[in-house]
């Protein structure tokens, strides 16, 4: 059974950084193309950033372009979201999603459809950033 699990939420200061980690099992990641998306409690999903399963391409929503980072390990089956100069606005339950796609596609999902169509989620991981 493919699962996602992520991990590496916590509290952060305004301007610091942290690195969050979606760890797959089941399956491998050169199957699916995956994003990551965040929600505050009362509000409405929002897509953060995509990388295909090709890992060459990658989409990010315009209120984290230049701070955060998505990237893939092949080796550990793992993607990531290096997050820098984090802001209060950033707070938010993190989860990480995967859509199937054919073997190491260069297709990339988009932060702009709020998830939409993606067919396997976390848990999520909360990212809280105040001083």
């Known amino acids: 059974q493919f699962q996602l699990v992520e991990s590496g939420g916590g509290l952060v200061q305004p301007g610091g950084s942290l690195r969050l980690s979606c760890a797959a099992s089941?399956?491998?990641?050169?199957?699916?193309?995956i994003g990551w998306f965040r929600q505050v409690p009362g509000q409405e999903r929002e897509g953060v950033a995509c990388?295909?399963?090709?890992?060459?391409?990658?989409d990010y929503a315009d209120s984290v372009k230049d701070r955060f980072a998505i990237s893939k390990d092949n080796a550990e089956n793992t993607v990531f979201l290096q997050m820098n100069s984090l802001r209060p606005e950033d707070t938010a339950v993190y989860y990480c999603?995967?859509?199937?796609?054919?073997?190491?596609?260069?297709?990339?999902?988009?932060?702009?459809?709020?998830?939409?169509?993606?067919?396997?989620w976390g848990k999520g991981t909360t990212v809280t950033v105040s001083s």
């Open positions: 999603a995967a859509e199937t796609s054919p073997p190491r596609s260069g297709y990339v999902c988009s932060p702009s459809a709020g998830g939409d169509g993606m067919d396997y």
């Open positions: 089941g399956n491998s990641l050169d199957y699916y193309a």
């Open positions: 990388i295909s399963a090709s890992g060459a391409n990658t």
